[in-house]
Nanobody
């Protein structure tokens, strides 16, 4: 089992920045690929970004490419999502996810383990 706890959400004006954190604990959590997803009200969950267990491979949704950066610190069992140039359409609940296969997160847009989510609201 892997437990995931997100933090860092909040209210920010358009053009601003936020950094989300996801603290992982449990069995060999540092060997899992990690990802971020988001879900806006009335919309389906969508993939945002993913990172391999070693941190050397990352992948982004087109909607956030060039604005968001995913990274991880395996010594701290923490994954980050740096969000810059935020837009009102980035408003959503952001979820951290973990899976032992990077492709599951990127290609199947799902994962074995999920956090409880953190709200990000971008005002215009």
């Amino acid at each position: 089992q892997v437990q995931l706890v997100e933090s860092g959400g909040g209210l920010v004006q358009a053009g601003g920045s936020l950094r989300l954190s996801c603290a992982a604990s449990g069995r060999t959590s540092s060997t899992y690929a990690m990802g971020w997803f988001r879900q806006a009200p009335g919309k389906e969950r969508e993939f945002v970004a993913a990172i391999s267990w070693s941190g050397d491979i990352t992948y982004y949704a087109d909607s956030v490419k060039g604005r968001f950066t995913i990274s991880r610190d395996n010594a701290k069992n923490t994954v980050y999502l740096q969000m810059n140039s935020l837009k009102p359409e980035d408003t959503a609940v952001y979820y951290c996810a973990a899976d032992n296969k990077f492709d599951t997160i990127v290609l199947l847009t799902t994962a074995d383990y999920w956090g409880q989510g953190t709200q990000v609201t971008v005002s215009s």
